[in-house]
């Protein structure tokens, strides 16, 4: 792994467990940002950066290792189907910007994470551009986030073959730490598929990324029930650190997972050997605070000092 020096991959490397953020976009639909059709968070740094940089500041808050960039659909060839391609450079500046100084007054080591997926153009799986230009959209992307100050990138929500592998690839190129973020949930007789893919298999994805070298791979974007068959598959097939973020609603409560159900199945996943624990869509700064509290008995059950933002509670 990359940046051994660094305090949170130093954790990695000893064993300990990393808290991750929450879901950053429904936390700011929460909160009353509108977020775009087709690029999701990727229009909030132009339209609402003190909120982003907020919530980003309340994850950190609430326990998070680990913030994560509002870039989940700032390609340039998404941003150019919502018509705001010229906006690229100052959308992702501003989104690491935001990061970083909700990172830097915080008094304490947090690490970024600078996230690339492969969505596409409207949601529409017909609209990807050809596979030269796609790929270069996510080398350009990967290496802005580089420049702006990222710690580690984070190619989230791959779930098939074709297009996943040449983000994760991208991201490769920079030099910096790669955790590759897997999306799948249980199919007939509880096989485990792709989110969106109901014809890849999980196991069919892994086989076609993890030769690419993830420093880490998490199960994230995937149901609760989705997560523990899918760590163990995981380590089937991967050696390294694991984690597990998933989705527990769409923020509006509908549908949600309280607090403590999100830390009482934590516990189950820390046990399974979890390193990187968090949440994806629903998991507000409350949810953080209890799996920081979820992680804290687990590692004092391993023999663990408190780490510094477990003891300030």
């Known amino acids: 792994m990359g940046a051994m020096n660094v305090p949170w991959a130093d954790s990695l490397r000893r064993g300990r467990t990393l808290l991750l953020d929450g879901g950053t976009g429904t936390e700011l639909r929460r909160r009353g940002a509108a977020l775009d059709d087709t690029t999701w968070t990727g229009l909030v740094p132009l339209a609402n950066y003190d909120l982003l940089r907020t919530v980003h500041a309340d994850y950190i808050a609430a326990g998070a290792d680990v913030i994560t960039t509002s870039t989940f659909g700032t390609a340039r060839f998404v941003l150019e189907a919502a018509g705001h391609g010229a906006d690229f450079a100052a959308i992702n ?91 799948c949930r249980l199919g007939a007789g ?14 069919t994805c892994l086989d076609a990324l993890l030769p690419l070298a993830p420093d880490a791979v998490a199960v994230m974007h995937s149901p609760v029930p989705a997560i523990a068959p899918a760590l163990t598959a995981l380590r089937r097939r991967f050696r390294g650190p694991l984690g597990a973020y998933p989705e527990i609603g769409d923020g509006t409560g509908a549908g949600s997972v309280t607090s403590a159900e999100l830390s009482a199945e ?36 391993r023999g663990y000092a408190a780490a510094p933002s477990e003891s300030r509670g």
């Open 93 to 183: 500046q501003r989104a690491v910007a935001a990061a970083r100084e909700a990172r830097d007054a915080a008094g304490r080591a947090v690490a970024i994470a600078g996230s690339i997926s492969c969505l596409p153009p409207r949601y529409d799986l017909h609209a990807y551009p050809d596979e030269t230009v796609e790929s270069a959209a996510y080398r350009e992307l990967a290496d802005t986030l580089a420049t702006g100050g990222v710690d580690l990138l984070i190619v989230e929500m791959l779930q098939e073959t074709h297009h996943a592998p040449l983000a994760l690839a991208a991201a490769r190129t920079t030099g910096l730490p790669v955790w590759l973020g897997v999306s």
């Open 190 to 203: 509880e096989t485990l598929i792709g989110f969106d893919f109901p014809l890849v298999p999980l196991e």
């Open 266 to 301: 934590a516990a189950g996943w820390l046990e399974a050997g979890a390193q990187i624990v968090g949440g994806c869509c629903g998991t507000t700064p409350e949810h953080i605070r209890s799996l920081r509290s979820a992680i804290g008995a687990h590692e004092a059950r």
